[in-house]
């Protein structure tokens, strides 16, 4: 029997073809590219896709701060978990789920955020997710995290598609040591984890 191995890096230290290959070229992730929470409604309504493409290019290529991790499985890259500092995240920081939810500060930058996973069709249910989220957290506690918050879905008190679990599943975090300080909306949690 074969198994399979589930490795985790820095955004910084893949291909962009890599990056590419996980966000695809159809669905959600193809037209957001992680970019929801970073840029205004003005900008997100201009598209196309390939720009948002280019704003994470170029967010990879220029910060000091790597916005994610990519997953393998084997060799061939099939998950993406972005983690920042929250400042990075302006719509975040506008959103009923931190605003109502979070007692800690909006400008501290080392509360870091889990905003968003991303796996493959076909690389679903092989535990991903999991190490996506342990590898987020590592990498924003090596970079000055004190604490990690997400914002995770509940999905035993609200059944949602495959689509709106970017945010992760509730059981994810709590399996992964997350906390729950609220629940600032129904179906919704505001996890942390302190690390530092």
Excluded at 66 to 94: H, T
Aim: hydrophobic letters at 40%; glycine letters at 8%.
């Amino acid at each position: 029997m074969v198994t399979e191995s589930i490795t985790v890096v820095s955004v910084a230290d893949v291909p962009w073809a890599d990056v590419r290959a996980v966000f695809g070229t159809r669905g959600d992730p193809a037209r957001c590219w992680c970019q929801y929470f970073k840029v205004d409604n003005a900008e997100w309504n201009e598209g196309p896709s390939e720009r948002l493409e280019s704003l994470l290019c170029n967010q990879v290529r220029d910060q000091a701060i790597p916005p994610g991790v990519v997953a393998y499985l084997d060799d061939e890259p099939v998950g993406w978990c972005a983690v920042e500092p929250r400042p990075s995240y302006p719509r975040l920081l506008r959103s009923k789920v931190v605003t109502a939810g979070s007692d800690e500060s909006i400008d501290h930058d080392d509360v870091w955020a889990v905003s968003c996973f991303v796996v493959r069709v076909g690389f679903r249910r092989r535990g991903v997710s999991a190490e996506l989220l342990r590898a987020a957290v590592e990498q924003a506690g090596r970079l000055g995290a004190r604490v990690v918050e997400g914002y995770p879905v509940d999905t035993a008190e609200r059944k949602v598609s495959s689509a709106d679990l970017y945010h992760g599943a509730l059981s994810l975090f709590e399996r992964a040591g997350f906390e729950i300080v609220s629940r600032p909306s129904r179906g919704r949690a505001l996890v942390r984890l302190a690390i530092g």
